[in-house]
């Protein structure tokens, strides 16, 4: 398997833009999460699904993200308007129920958003 | 959740063992202890997790301290490709077990 794959690897915009980034989780994996890491927080949950339904967005900062599952195969994390705070790297992770606190999460390889 | 407690830096020389400490003196029964390390400009990945007993696999060793208060990722020969920030995690069972709290971690150096 390929891993989780993500789109795309950087991404310059300037403030108000929309931006929206991509994640294709490991085939068979019924959980995604959406992170957030920067030098000041560190790693953080924005939001995760379960058999594509979100389960828990408490870590979304505000209404102007958002993130959508709409099938097993992809999800996306939506900011817009985008604002210079919201420059990070943004991580997606996939995982496969049934383990519990036993459970492994796969990581891709990041998205690194610039807002200007 | 319970809280873990690590250094925030780490030095060790090439071909050495490594012993990387966790402090997670509030742990529960239940807690699982989880490592993830983050290679540079690279996403998290998995090191190994164990409950109780001691745990071995290709990558790295863990050794729980008998009243499960602290425990010690053990890299057996640092190369320089370990060099990474190394996070310990505590994962309880139930609703919300299947999330990743981060913390600060250790960064760890190797020096050829």
């Known amino acids: 398997d390929a891993g989780v794959i993500q789109s795309p690897r950087h991404e310059v915009t300037e403030m108000g833009q929309e931006v929206t980034l991509r994640c294709k989780p490991i085939?068979?994996?019924?959980?995604l999460f959406w992170y957030r890491q920067t030098m000041m927080r560190g790693l953080e949950l924005l939001i995760y699904f379960n058999n594509n339904v979100p389960i828990d967005d408490s870590g979304m900062p505000e209404d102007r993200f958002s993130a959508k599952m709409p099938n097993a195969s992809f999800s996306t994390l939506k900011i817009q308007p985008s604002e210079p705070r919201d420059s990070a790297v943004y991580f997606c992770?996939?995982?496969?129920?049934?383990?519990?606190?036993?459970?492994?999460?796969?990581f891709g390889a990041g998205t690194r958003l610039s807002v200007l | 959740d319970a809280k873990t407690t690590q250094p925030n830096s780490m030095e060790s020389n090439e071909e050495e063992p490594v012993h990387l400490p966790c402090n997670h003196s509030t742990i529960s029964g239940t807690d699982y202890i989880h490592w993830y390390r983050q290679l540079p400009s690279q996403g998290p990945e998995y090191v190994i997790h164990g409950l109780t007993s001691n745990v071995n696999n290709r990558m790295a060793s863990l050794a729980i301290a008998e009243d499960r208060k602290s425990s010690t990722l053990i890299l057996h020969r640092a190369t320089l490709r370990d060099a990474a920030v190394y996070y310990c995690?505590?994962?309880?069972?139930?609703?919300?077990?299947?999330?990743?709290?981060f913390g600060k971690g250790t960064k760890l150096s190797v020096i050829p």
């Open positions: 995690i505590l994962r309880r069972a139930g609703a919300g077990s299947y999330q990743l709290t």
């Open positions: 992770a996939s995982s496969l129920s049934g383990r519990g606190p036993k459970n492994i999460q796969y």
């Open positions: 085939s068979g994996h019924d959980y």
